[in-house]
């Protein structure tokens, strides 16, 4: 048997140290993170705590506490209607009378028929647990005897009646008093300062006169008995509003004058414009052979005639439907609406081949 010498054993021993030290330092790493998770983990769920009180303080604070029933009173139920896409405007909302048998914790209700009702006896125990939002008491409490409706306070009324309160308070004791009247003595002052209040000798006059007229007083004489005469202000309204209708009233005469001159101008346009159309389908006056009709049979597509023709197609077309339908073409007129439209300027360009040009392309042909 051969035993290690002591350099080799003390290399082992360092080098186990070592794994040992590493397996360590792992865990420590493991035991803080795990330490660090369920530190966040209590802070989470403290804060998820917290938020959770504070909107249900708010909740609470802001829900209005439904109406409390109690066995034997009668309410109505509201109804569930089927989606059938049926219109529900004639129809009631709600079914009942029924009566209250049980209330139930968390505002719950088990309801039944009333005792001899027709839906009493043509369907056997029939109870059903509903909730308070679903429901409405069927009469006023002065009739039945229902459990007490607590109104809710208005909130400005209790305002009031707090700073009522405080007032009586302050008034009881003499220091506090004094002092009360001092500091609303500096808020005039300071107000008065800042333009806020004002003398009414410095008011505008008709400011002034409201200030110096008496309140009115309440009287038991009708309205229609009284000799009431507008005030000054009224009376320069409706003028105004007479001048304004009066400046309306000219400038609707004058457009409607206007108007009429307009219309005659157009009846008269019209009848020419139709004596015109029938002069020129009169079989007996002469067709001249428009460029404009003549491009519509060289420029074809969709006009149903296969390919386009050329020129001469084009104007040998045309003439043959005028004389199908009975014009008589006239040469010369013809011939002169042709000159003078190919002396204007037109996008639309004709090229008439000469013989000369034709003896040039026979010998490439």
Not at 93 to 100: K, Q, R, T
Not at 103 to 125: C, F, H, K, Q, W
Not at 126 to 135: H, L, S
Not at 338 to 345: A, G, P
């Amino acid at each position: 048997m051969i035993l290690p010498n002591n350099d080799c054993i003390q290399s082992i021993t360092i080098v186990h140290k070592q794994a040992l030290l590493d397996q360590l330092s792992r865990y420590m790493i493991m035991l803080k993170c795990k330490l660090a998770v369920t530190k966040c983990k209590e802070q989470a769920a403290r804060k998820i705590e917290a938020a959770q009180q504070n909107q249900k303080r708010g909740f609470d604070k802001k829900r209005k506490a439904p109406r409390k029933y109690r066995p034997g009173d009668l309410v109505l139920i509201k109804k569930q209607h089927p989606a059938t896409g049926a219109s529900r405007k004639l129809q009631n909302p709600y079914s009942g009378p029924l009566v209250v048998k049980v209330a139930l914790p968390n505002d719950r209700y088990i309801v039944t028929d009333m005792t001899g009702s027709y839906r009493a006896e043509n369907r056997t125990n029939y109870e059903r647990t509903v909730a308070v939002d679903r429901m409405k008491p069927w009469c006023t409490p002065g009739v039945v005897n229902m459990a007490p409706i607590k109104k809710k306070i208005d909130r400005q009324e209790q305002v009031k009646q707090n700073m009522r309160k405080m007032r009586a308070k302050i008034k009881s004791d003499p220091v506090k008093y004094e002092e009360y009247k001092r500091k609303e003595r500096e808020r005039y002052k300071k107000r008065k300062a800042e333009g806020k209040i004002q003398k009414i000798s410095d008011l505008p006059e008709r400011q002034q006169r409201a200030k110096h007229s008496p309140p009115p007083s309440p009287s038991s004489i009708e309205p229609d008995t009284l000799n009431l005469t507008p005030n000054r202000q009224l009376l320069q309204g409706q003028k105004r509003s007479r001048n304004h209708r009066r400046k309306l009233n000219k400038t609707i005469k004058s457009l409607q004058e206007r108007n009429k001159l307009l219309e005659k101008k157009v009846k008269k346009y019209k009848s020419k414009v139709s004596r015109l159309k029938k002069k020129a389908i009169d079989p007996n006056s002469p067709d001249i052979l428009d460029v404009n009709q003549i491009q519509w049979h060289y420029s074809e597509s969709g006009h149903g005639k296969g390919a386009p023709d050329g020129i001469g197609g084009s104007v040998k077309r045309k003439a043959d439907e005028s004389v199908a339908r009975g014009k008589v073409l006239d040469g010369k007129e013809n011939e002169e609406y042709t000159i003078s439209f190919m002396r204007r300027k037109t996008d639309t360009k004709f090229v008439f081949p000469i013989q000369e040009d034709i003896a040039k392309i026979k010998p490439i042909i």
